[in-house]
């Protein structure tokens, strides 16, 4: 009898436990399936694949909109236009798959330019690609000095951001031998593509445009021309630079290029009187490594007339 009772109350419970797992299971959402990423080459072909046993009366839609039937989509010649989420759904509807295609290139490798803009702090290199991948791309970017013998020490190209096409070569060596390699590789989920670019430093000086150029008229038909060296160039003393004036009126084609100076103003005179010109300057590392800078933007002056 207690035996009985006893195999009752347990068959009772477990019936209990049994009803109240079954409600929590069926109490539970139904499994968001998740999305899946799926990359693609503009021009390739890709077969998206519905997995679930089931073969008959499937649908895929794109953006909910139906584009085809069956258990496989082919996608041929595929271009921006197919991208999107697509959906697979079984007879009743049901979503079994869901795929989110991505379209864009393998990277090509990157079109690097160098240039000093702070001799001898740093070296900048920026890159460009063509096409533009339009994948989420990241670069690895690192340097060595070429003249280092046997193994070379292998650095960081620094960057902000992974995405960034720009890198930072600090600490750069003053010697104009040295020779540096620059590696930039692309990289995203249809391949990746490597440059590597070998730069001499004393070819990619370029100093930033000089600053705070000022033009005052003199007596005389004179006219004074004052500027500071860019802030970016931090040791002029040690690093000098050179400087030319541009005059125009018009058309700044028409050259009138004066200088070079190795100070920070020049007089130019014999100018004639109501005329308005504009002047800009431009910097370049004293000894002629490198590239000139760019103008600065330029001020004008109007001679009066006396
Ligand atoms: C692929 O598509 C592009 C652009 O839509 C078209 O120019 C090209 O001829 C197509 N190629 C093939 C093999 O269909
Ligand atoms: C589908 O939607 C995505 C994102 O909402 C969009 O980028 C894509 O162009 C759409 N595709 C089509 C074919 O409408
Ligand atoms: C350039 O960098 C990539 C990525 O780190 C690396 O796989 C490749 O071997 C490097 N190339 C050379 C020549 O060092």
């Given at each position: 009898?207690?035996?009985k009772?006893?195999?009752g109350?347990?068959i009772?419970?477990i019936?209990?436990?049994?009803?109240?797992w079954s409600?929590?299971t069926?109490?539970e959402?139904p499994?968001?399936?998740?999305?899946?990423d799926?990359?693609?080459?503009i021009?390739?072909?890709?077969d998206?694949?519905?997995?679930?046993?089931?073969s008959?009366?499937?649908?895929w839609?794109?953006n909910?909109?139906l584009?085809?039937?069956?258990?496989?989509?082919?996608?041929?010649?595929?271009?921006?236009?197919?991208?999107?989420?697509?959906?697979?759904?079984g007879?009743?509807?049901d979503?079994?798959?869901?795929l989110h295609l991505?379209?864009?290139?393998?990277?090509s490798p990157?079109?690097?330019?160098?240039?000093i803009?702070s001799?001898?702090l740093k070296?900048?290199?920026?890159?460009?690609?063509t096409?533009d991948?339009l994948l989420?791309t990241h670069?690895i970017?690192t340097y060595?000095?070429?003249s280092?013998?046997?193994?070379?020490?292998?650095?960081s190209c620094?960057k902000?951001?992974?995405?960034?096409?720009?890198?930072?070569v600090e600490g750069?060596d003053?010697?104009?031998d040295t020779?540096?390699?620059?590696?930039?590789?692309a990289?995203?989920?249809?391949g990746?593509?490597?440059?590597?670019l070998s730069?001499?430093?004393?070819d990619?000086v370029?100093?930033?445009p000089?600053?705070d150029?000022?033009?005052?008229?003199l007596?005389g038909?004179?006219v004074?021309?004052?500027?500071a060296p860019?802030?970016?160039?931090?040791?002029p003393?040690?690093?000098?630079l050179?400087?030319?004036?541009h005059?125009?009126w018009?058309?700044?084609?028409l050259d009138s290029?004066?200088?070079p100076?190795e100070?920070d103003?020049?007089?130019?005179?014999?100018l004639?009187?109501g005329r308005t010109?504009?002047?800009?300057?431009?910097?370049?590392d004293f000894?002629g490594y490198?590239l000139s800078?760019?103008?600065?933007?330029p001020?004008s002056i109007?001679l009066?007339?006396s």
């Amino acid at each position: 009898m207690y035996v009985k009772h006893c195999i009752g109350t347990l068959i009772v419970l477990i019936a209990f436990f049994c009803q109240v797992w079954s409600q929590e299971t069926t109490n539970e959402p139904p499994k968001q399936r998740p999305t899946k990423d799926i990359y693609l080459g503009i021009g390739s072909w890709a077969d998206l694949p519905c997995t679930d046993g089931i073969s008959e009366g499937l649908q895929w839609r794109r953006n909910g909109s139906l584009v085809g039937s069956g258990p496989v989509l082919n996608i041929r010649n595929a271009s921006l236009g197919d991208k999107g989420i697509y959906t697979c759904h079984g007879p009743n509807g049901d979503t079994i798959e869901m795929l989110h295609l991505h379209l864009g290139y393998a990277p090509s490798p990157p079109e690097v330019q160098c240039w000093i803009p702070s001799y001898p702090l740093k070296a900048l290199c920026s890159w460009t690609q063509t096409p533009d991948p339009l994948l989420p791309t990241h670069y690895i970017t690192t340097y060595w000095s070429d003249s280092e013998e046997q193994l070379p020490a292998v650095h960081s190209c620094q960057k902000q951001r992974e995405q960034d096409r720009q890198c930072v070569v600090e600490g750069v060596d003053l010697n104009p031998d040295t020779q540096y390699l620059v590696n930039i590789t692309a990289v995203n989920a249809l391949g990746s593509a490597t440059r590597i670019l070998s730069i001499s430093l004393e070819d990619i000086v370029k100093p930033d445009p000089p600053v705070d150029v000022k033009a005052t008229a003199l007596p005389g038909k004179k006219v004074q021309v004052q500027w500071a060296p860019p802030p970016t160039w931090t040791d002029p003393v040690t690093f000098p630079l050179k400087y030319k004036v541009h005059f125009y009126w018009g058309n700044p084609n028409l050259d009138s290029t004066l200088g070079p100076y190795e100070t920070d103003s020049m007089v130019r005179s014999g100018l004639p009187a109501g005329r308005t010109y504009q002047i800009r300057v431009s910097a370049m590392d004293f000894l002629g490594y490198g590239l000139s800078s760019e103008w600065s933007d330029p001020v004008s002056i109007t001679l009066p007339k006396s």
